[in-house]
């Protein structure tokens, strides 16, 4: 018997959200006790689960980024999806090491900041990748904090001269468990952030 998705469907529970585990020595040091890179190391987490799931609208993304900068990340996967008819899956949150934090940064005030550092150049499991490119590149996380004190990610810039090859081994941590491959092929079954699955909203 073939069930249709039409009218009464039923609502799947949500799997659990992974736990973040380093490899080797968890990173240590003053920059990694701000909370300006505590929030970007959750950031990186969700957004990672996100990907990996195609699902965009869960909670713990909505809490460590903000909806623009959510909506901009969920196009870009519908148009990986559209461009390739699959995601790549990655093991972990993309591997960032911190080199600088400047809050009030541009003189937006006390509740606002970016956080430089240097992050992987490849970070896949896919069939036939490999995780020996870990090269860093300069990236720039610009980041708001709101009237409750809550801090999001709100948007990301690439640093080209930031000299990367200077700042070490990048700290891995991998998801447990292990992801799986999210299924989706096609765009329209990737999930917006507000739950729905249509195409990518603009502007």
Known sequence: MTLGISGCTTEQEAPDY??????GAAPTGSLERDPWVGAVRTELAAEAVARNRNDFSIPELAASATSSYVDRESADA????????????????????????????RDQGEDFAAVRGCVAGNWSMDPGESLGDMSGFGREYRLERDHAGSIRVASVSGLPGL???????????VFDPVPEPSGVTDSGDLVRPDGTRDAPRRG
């Open 18 to 23: 992974p736990d973040v585990r380093w490899v």
């Open 78 to 105: 519908v148009q990986t999806l559209r461009n390739h008819g699959s995601t790549t899956l990655v093991p972990g949150p993309l591997p960032f090491a911190p080199t600088e934090v400047e809050v009030g940064y």
């Open 163 to 173: 000299g990367c090859d200077t700042v070490g081994p990048l700290p891995v941590a």
